[in-house]
């Protein structure tokens, strides 16, 4: 691979996703009620000792969780908001701590669609609960309340 040649100079750099397991049941505003469930994620910054500069970053219907940085594998994979979050940018994560998360259903590791359903062995596809945007606005699994900010894109 060419050495990425482009890298921002403000970048909060290379990143690498990570996961949470959740053992607890989660309901759905359908009804629908997974019993686990995963959530793909990526910070950026450093938490505060009074955990009060933490920051969501919202993703669109079609984004993911990776909103800054790049992967050291892919380095031409840049998060969707590099140009607003890192070090003396806008949300500066030397002040901030930044949270992306991919939403349940989403496509890009967290539980969805292409999961494997454990009650079946085999993915949930079509049978995957309806996952409405007040599910991820009201029922944000797995995240704690109070955030100093959250950011919605435009």
């Given at each position: ?118 009650k ?16 991820w ?12 900010s ?5």
């Open positions: 691979m060419a050495p990425r040649n482009h890298i921002e100079p403000r970048s909060v750099g290379a990143v690498k996703p990570q996961m949470l397991h959740f053992a607890e049941p989660l309901r759905f505003r359908s009804g629908a009620v997974l019993d686990s469930y995963d959530l793909v994620y990526e910070t950026y910054g450093t938490l505060n000792a009074a955990k009060s500069n933490a920051v969501l970053a919202c993703h669109a219907l079609n984004a993911a969780h990776h909103v800054a940085g790049y992967y050291a594998d892919d380095p031409d994979n840049v998060g969707w908001w590099d140009n607003m979050i890192g070090p003396g940018k806008p949300v500066d994560t030397e002040k901030f701590f930044v949270v992306g998360v991919n939403n349940v259903g989403g496509c890009f590791g967290s539980t969805g669609p292409k999961s494997v359903d454990p079946s062995g085999k993915p949930y596809g079509s049978s995957f609960p309806v996952v409405t945007v007040e599910d606005v009201t029922r944000r699994p797995g995240l704690p309340t109070g955030w100093a959250i950011l919605l894109p435009p």
